[in-house]
DNA sequence: ACCCAGGGTCATA
DNA sequence: TATGACCATGGG
């Protein structure tokens, strides 16, 4: 109940966030790896690279040299180890028959495949399964773990996984609702957590005194 | 100058 | 199973 609650605030105090921006299924994957730990920002500048160099395919990077692909994936961090998750994914992708194919397989058959990919845990997964793929699997991030123990809706000692399931069981398996409520907890992660650490600060005020 | 971002892997114990 | 080291740029 305080899960669905706390959607419900946060989506009136900031309303819809439009995620995952990427014209494609394939240019959110990429996002997904890009991302891990680093600022969407930064992702934005290494994807606008590749498509610049005409080079946001599964094909042409596996085909493009590792000093070229890590130089276009240079803003987003760790360019190096990127560049080799990014073509392990690629290589997964281009054997597994590409999105369509993929789009066949059930969600726990296709969550263990991408869990399979060199580079590519639970949370870069899940959102690939969620924002590439719209399946109802709930991302779970630190923001999520930080925002819901602050509040003491959950311990913060529970495994990614047990986090799913709370929030899975919480909620109506509802991709758009899923959509919306990973991106509202990493833009009230980013606006306000991060700078008062007290949740009685925050627009959560309400679901922390209940 | 310091902290952290829309994490994951691997070695070690 | 559970820590720690490591990866590396860019914005605050």
């Given amino acids: 109940m305080r899960i669905k609650r706390t959607y419900n605030i946060l989506f009136k105090q900031y309303g819809p966030q439009h995620w995952w921006p990427g014209d494609t299924p394939f240019e959110i994957m990429v996002g997904s790896v890009l991302t891990q730990n680093t600022a969407w ?11 610049q160099a005409n080079a946001l395919s599964a094909e042409t990077i596996l085909s493009t040299h ?3 692909l890590a130089k276009w994936l240079r803003p987003s961090g760790y360019f190096n180890i990127k560049a080799k998750r990014l073509k392990n994914f690629c290589q997964w992708y281009v054997e597994q028959g590409g999105f369509k194919s993929l789009s066949k397989l ?3 058959r296709l969550r263990e495949q991408l869990l399979s990919v060199n580079g590519v845990g639970p949370e870069t997964a899940d959102d690939i399964m969620l924002y590439a793929f719209e399946r109802p699997v ?5 923001y999520t773990r930080r925002i819901f123990s602050r509040i003491g809706a959950v311990s913060g000692e529970e495994s990614y996984e047990e986090l799913r399931q709370i929030f899975e069981k919480a909620l109506k398996p509802d991709v758009a609702l899923y959509n919306e409520y990973h991106a509202l907890i990493v833009k009230h992660g980013k606006d306000i957590c991060r700078s008062r650490p007290r949740c009685d600060q925050c627009c959560l005020t309400g679901v922390c005194q209940e």
């Fill in 41 to 51: 920002t930064n992702v934005e500048k290494a994807i606008n690279n590749l498509k």
């Fill in 138 to 142: 709930f991302v779970i991030d630190a």
């Fill in 66 to 68: 590792h000093a070229r």
């Fill in 106 to 108: 059930d969600t726990k």
